[in-house]
């Protein structure tokens, strides 16, 4: 087909025949640039420092229920990225630009670091390269150690920061402290619980005999009403029983004995019944007869009623009684249970501030230690030495591949002209050709 290429391997080969002299003349004018170029570079001393990332072998922690979150595995490339931050780079500068004479950019520090792992992954290898060996060695080595420090301060805690900020949050806990003892001890002053449940249990006392009445009214007007229901089948006029007389009095011996004890604030009055607290305490009286003496049915009958009617009254009032009892119980058990609240608020908030503190103290004792611990997650193996001899500036090795590199370039090009020009000219047609080439007449 018209569009494919065929390449003839003999003709590539005589074009490069042809033009050897070229393909050697461009390599050896590479290599000898590159040789030139590699031979007028400043003889510069190469220094090497080992940092080793290591784990600690203790931790402190105080208080097992706050432990400290366990670090993230060191790598190699995680301290490679610090060590080349702009942070560290520029402290360097710092550092350097100090105590030499000459200057030096960033960027022409920047060229003379490096950084690379070692056989194992937890090896890092610093070398720094500069006119002078101990330049060098000072360089190399301050760059260690500031890498080494801030990737402990970074990941192993090992921040004097932390220690301040710790120191802080300590002072404003016992502050907090101290002012939550305060406004508890002031709240114990004012506090009016015992009071309060005293008054309480005063009434719930009133309140359980004000019951005890009620009950006994309710027995005795029972009683009072069989007794009714037997005077009525008494014949008018009648005497009463003896019987019936001695239920009588000592109905009236129940009422008269439970109405000695005094239920303030209850108080009744009428015709026949009379009810009175002083400071003696609660008299009943009534106007009844005497024990030897004979009653009839009507005068039974008009007792009992009077009786019941006072009886029916009484229970009235305490009832109201019960009522007010009732108000005054909830609203001392208002005004206790808010101060119950207070208080637990208080003691909580008391609880929370000291067992802050206690905490913080616990974590700034581990900080302060983790602080002043000399080891970390990061350590300097080996310092570097002030190097004797010059790093070597690879003369050989950059003309091999400038004088490699400038013969293929040759090449390239010597085949790149031979197919343009292959291009350019026209291909003879068959005819024309067998035109040219002479008449062969056979001998007779």
Known sequence: M??????????????????WMWIVSIALLLGV??????????????????IALTRPPYQPNFDSRYQS???????????????????????????INQDTAQQISAEKLNEKLKIEAGSDQSVLILSARMEKAEDAQRLVNLWSDLVVDRVNTIYSGRDENQVAFFEEQIELAARRLELAGKNLEAFENRNESAILINQKNSLLARQNEALRRQRMIEVVNRDAQLL???????????????????????LYSRVYADTLTPLSPMTSTDTQVVISQNNAGTQFMIPIPEANQ?????????????????????????????????????????????????????????????????????????????????SGFARVASYAEIPDNPAPRGTLRNTALATALGAFLAVCGVLVWDWWRSEEEPVPRKEEILAKEPLMVPKR
């Open 69 to 95: 979150l366990s670090p993230i595995t060191l790598n190699s490339k995680m301290v490679t990225d610090v060590a080349l931050g702009d942070e560290i780079l520029g402290q360097l500068l710092n550092l």
């Open 228 to 250: 009714l229901q037997q005077l009525d089948a008494l014949p008018d006029n009648s005497p009463l029983p003896p019987y019936e007389q001695t239920s009588l009095f000592l």
């Open 33 to 50: 640039l590159a040789f030139a170029f590699s031979f007028l570079q400043p003889r510069l001393y190469e220094a090497k420092a080992v």
């Open 294 to 374: 004979q009653l009839n049915k009507e005068t039974a009958v008009l007792l009992l009623k009077t009786w019941l009617e006072s009886l029916k009254r009484q229970n009235a009032e305490i009832e109201a009684v019960m009522e007010q009892i009732k108000n005054q119980i909830e609203i001392l058990q208002q005004r206790i249970q808010a101060l119950e609240n207070e208080k637990k608020r208080l003691e909580l908030e008391w609880e929370t501030a000291s067992e802050t503190y206690t905490t913080l103290s616990r974590k700034y004792d581990e900080t302060r230690i983790a602080a002043s611990d000399s």
């Open 2 to 19: 018209d569009d494919e290429l065929e390449i003839d391997l003999r003709k590539v080969i005589r074009s490069l025949l042809r033009r």
